[in-house]
């Protein structure tokens, strides 16, 4: 199976920075795209980032100019650096991969979730 793991959350200041984690670990064949989401409380899980193989990204309006993603292959681990954060940046980020596995004798591929981790901006 594979697993994700996030790391990085925590409690900063309106205009602080956070840099969040995400490595997957497992029977991997191939990683397509990794992306961030993130859902507050009493809202939608909505995309933050996304993250191709060849490292083409894309930003969710509400977070361009000030989140960057990135990601190390050979590590199969996903970044989120996130700066200038505002209260509204509150919620609970997970990391989303699309992976390739070895099943059988061929192959699966399927979305895998991380398990969450919590961002608060306040004072």
């Known amino acids: 199976q594979v697993q994700l793991v996030e790391s990085g959350g925590g409690l900063v200041q309106p205009g602080g920075s956070l840099r969040l984690a995400c490595a997957a670990s497992g029977s991997i064949s191939i990683i397509y795209t990794m992306d961030w989401y993130r859902q507050a409380p009493g809202k939608q899980r909505e995309l933050v980032a996304g993250v191709t193989s060849g490292g083409t990204t894309n930003y969710a309006d509400s977070v361009k100019g000030r989140f960057t993603i990135s990601r190390d292959n050979p590590k199969n681990t996903v970044y989120l650096q996130m700066n200038s954060l505002k209260p509204e940046d509150t919620a609970v980020y997970y990391c989303?991969?699309?992976?390739?596995?070895?099943?059988?004798?061929?192959?699966?591929?399927?979305?895998?979730w991380g398990q969450g981790t919590q961002v608060t901006v306040s004072l």
């Open positions: 989303n991969a699309d992976v390739q596995r070895p099943s059988g004798g061929g192959s699966v591929r399927r979305h895998y």
